[in-house]
Nanobody, 124 residues
Framework: QVQLVESGGGLVQAGGSLRLSCVAS????????MAWFRQVPGREREGVSC????????YYSKSVKGRFTISRDNAKNTVYLQMNSTEAEDTAIYYC?????????????????WGKGTLVTVFS
């Protein structure tokens, strides 16, 4: 069955770095765009970043652009999110998703499969 398993979450001091990983199985990874979303309890889910399947084009939300980098390794069925210059506002549960990247927005509507999430806490 389809699985997306996130890892790499934890505690990080503000200004520090963290790398999230998401290993996919149960579907043809190469065919899917891969994305990261995040959610703080009580708030709406926010699209963070997306990387397309075809040309590896990347998309970022305004809040993380220039600080976070998404990448993928198709040989390992894995997508990564490198988080640099972290801020307290980055504290959230981070979810990996598979689907397709929209040109105008990092939207959940484009996603077909979801992971269970990994918690990132940024402290100062």
């Amino acid at each position: 069955q389809v699985q997306l398993v996130e890892s790499g979450g934890g505690l990080v001091q503000a200004g520090g770095s963290l790398r999230l990983s998401c290993v996919a199985s149960g579907f043809t990874f190469d065919y899917y765009g891969m994305a990261w979303f995040r959610q703080v309890p009580g708030r709406e889910r926010e699209g963070v970043s997306c990387i397309s399947s075809s040309d590896g084009k990347t998309y970022y939300s305004k809040s993380v652009k220039g600080r976070f980098t998404i990448s993928r390794d198709n040989a390992k069925n894995t997508v990564y999110l490198q988080m640099n210059s972290t801020e307290a506002e980055d504290t959230a549960i981070y979810y990996c998703a598979a689907g397709f990247c929209l040109e105008t927005d990092i939207a959940a509507v484009g996603m077909e499969y979801w992971g269970k999430g990994t918690l990132v806490t940024v402290f100062s």
